[in-house]
């Protein structure tokens, strides 16, 4: 076991940023999460998570076994994208049926990489709890209960005039547990809302945006830039998922550098989601060795290969050789860079009159 996990914290010990392979991805979305999880379940508390609505067995250890298991989901993805756009070039999948396939494997890294950055916001405010670590989480699983069994039960009720007779109990006695439970101060409570009246079990808890929001103050300037630049693609993913004829085009074109970009922040993310569960579950995680492990990840911004400098070579929209001559970042970390053009052409583009772009807005030429 030692052997294995000496082998998993060298490859970030040795290895440089800018080598982006299955060395990088495969540890921190399937072996590491795997660990983690199977030192904190058995087969039996995973079957009675599945049954126990009420939220009394466990919580702590099922919050982190619940989060691996969705960094494993995004590293099923990441696989499913490797094996299927092998086989097209960029210029293939952005035609025909390549098109299609190309738009399926960005909707799937857009959706691995809103559920990362909502996970990782998620666990950043977990990690900050001290005190009655059970307590809260048990009192998170039950506002989640109570409002996914008030979700069911009025959309059946509205579409089907059925009333569901599990739901009405499951409500009635979760909301009863509630008010046994004393908690303070907990982050994600909206204010105002009151988890003993229906018209307020929707809006019971903070929007993701908000929780966003109160963190990224706190957070170390590079986890600030990693979070600030991904909500960007995060704000995006509606309108790819949902798009409408007429409506304006968000889709990739660099499909390889650009989805690979997608599954790279998932990694960078996931890399600090397990070093969160890692605080979180310090007293109840039983194995020390994944814990050290976790610790000397060192991964906290984008590998090289997606960071830009002043002095780099890159091409603009694909179309124009620059050089980048300034770098700015908001205060949330968001970054853009001011260019000067290498080859400026008459008659070109309108677009070429901008001297600043987004970091998604230009790729790395080589030296």
């Known amino acids: 076991m030692k052997k294995v996990l000496y082998w998993l914290t060298g490859i970030f010990k040795k290895r440089k940023l800018s080598d982006i392979e299955e060395d990088f991805f495969r540890p921190i979305l399937f072996q590491f999460p795997n660990l983690l999880k199977e030192s904190v379940s058995s087969e039996e508390d995973i079957n009675n998570w599945g049954k126990d609505y009420l939220s009394k067995n466990r919580s702590v250890e099922k919050y982190i076994h619940d989060a691996c298991e969705a960094l494993q989901i995004c590293g099923i993805s990441y696989t499913k994208y490797k094996k299927e756009l092998g086989a097209y070039s960029d210029n293939e999948l952005n035609q025909k049926t390549g098109k299609v396939v190309g738009k399926n494997s960005e909707i799937e890294a857009r959706l691995a990489l809103r559920r990362t950055l909502e996970l990782f916001v998620e666990s950043w405010h977990f990690k900050e709890i001290i005190a009655d670590k059970e307590k809260v989480f048990r009192h998170f699983f039950l506002i989640k209960n109570l409002k996914a069994f008030h979700s069911?039960?009025?959309?059946?009720?509205?579409?089907?005039?059925?009333?569901?007779?599990?739901?009405?109990?499951?409500?009635?006695?979760?909301?009863?547990?509630?008010?046994?439970?004393?908690?303070?101060?907990?982050?994600?409570?909206?204010?105002?809302?009151?988890?003993?009246?229906?018209?307020?079990?929707k809006d019971l808890t903070k929007s993701f945006f908000k929780l966003?929001?109160?963190?990224?103050?706190?957070?170390?300037?590079?986890?600030?830039?990693?979070?600030?630049?991904?909500?960007?693609?995060?704000?995006?993913?509606s309108e790819v998922v949902h798009g409408y004829s007429g409506g304006p085009i968000f889709n990739l074109r660099n499909y390889h550098q650009e989805i690979g970009s997608l599954y790279?922040?998932?990694?960078?993310?996931?890399?600090?989601?397990?070093?969160?569960?890692?605080?979180?579950?310090?007293?109840?995680?039983?194995?020390?060795?994944?814990?050290?492990?976790?610790?000397?990840?060192?991964?906290?911004?984008l590998p090289q290969s997606f960071l830009f400098s002043v002095g780099d070579k890159v091409l603009v929209l694909k179309q124009i050789k620059a050089e980048i001559v300034e770098v700015s970042a908001s205060k949330y970390g968001c970054k853009k860079y001011k260019v000067k053009y290498d080859d400026k052409r008459e008659n070109w583009s309108w677009s070429f009159n901008r001297e600043w772009f987004l970091l998604k807005e230009i790729s790395k030429l080589p030296n």
């Open 264 to 301: 790279a922040r998932v990694a960078v993310l996931a890399s600090n989601i397990l070093k969160h569960l890692a605080i979180i579950g310090d007293n109840h995680i039983g194995n020390n060795d994944i814990k050290e492990a976790i610790n000397g990840l060192k991964t906290e911004s």
């Open 152 to 201: 069911r039960k009025s959309n059946v009720e509205e579409f089907y005039n059925f009333i569901l007779d599990f739901d009405t109990k499951a409500i009635s006695e979760i909301r009863t547990e509630l008010d046994s439970l004393s908690v303070q101060n907990i982050f994600y409570l909206a204010n105002g809302k009151d988890f003993k009246k229906d018209g307020g079990v």
């Open 212 to 237: 966003l929001k109160e963190a990224m103050p706190k957070m170390p300037d590079g986890q600030r830039e990693m979070v600030g630049g991904s909500y960007q693609l995060y704000a995006e993913t």
